[in-house]
Structure formats: C-alpha cells, structure tokens
C-alpha cells in the first residue's frame, strides 16, 4: 500500500514539474521561432516584424521577469500574425 502512494506521489510531482518545464519551453521556442522568421523574413513577414516590434520586446521581458504566461501569450500572437501574412506553403498573400 505504501508503495503504490509513493508511486503515485511521485508520478504527480513528475506531472507538476513536466507542466511548468513546458510553459518555459513553449516560450523560448515561440521566441526562437520569431528570430528565425525575422532572419528569413519576406516582405509581408518583414512587416509584420516590424509592426510586432514592441510585443517582442514585451515577449523578452516577460520571459526574463520570468512571467512565461504574458510571454507565451505576446509571443503566440505574433506568430500567428506571421502565420496570417503566409501561406502554407511559404509564399505571402
């Protein structure tokens, strides 16, 4: 009987810890994918770096304050920004 609750504590630990490693991920990842558009930007995603400027900027802050929610929420909505001004395939609208 013990033993099943120790197993059971610690998987939940494992799950609490997974979930906030994965919020600091999804951040990170979302500004790392903002600097690659930026690097391979066309000319509608050029714009569109241009005019999200200060969202980035808010986005990196938030990330070093360590509020990743504020950071993931600025960063998502620029790459779905980004995301509008291309096509699947890559080529602007």
């Known amino acids: 009987m013990k033993r099943i ?6 998987m939940a630990a494992a799950l609490m810890t997974s ?3 994965a919020a600091d991920d999804l951040c990170a990842a979302n500004l790392q994918k903002i600097d690659d558009a930026d690097k391979t ?13 200060e969202d980035i900027q ?6 070093a304050s360590g509020d990743k929610k504020t950071c993931i929420a600025l ?7 980004i995301d509008k001004a291309t096509n699947t395939d890559g080529k602007s609208q």
Do not use: N, Y
């Open 41 to 53: 930007a066309g000319s509608a995603s050029a714009q569109i770096m241009e005019s999200s400027k």
């Open 19 to 21: 979930h906030a490693f």
């Open 5 to 10: 609750t120790l197993t059971g504590l610690c």
């Open 58 to 63: 808010k986005a990196q802050a938030a990330q």
């Open 75 to 81: 960063s998502t909505r620029v790459l779905g920004d």
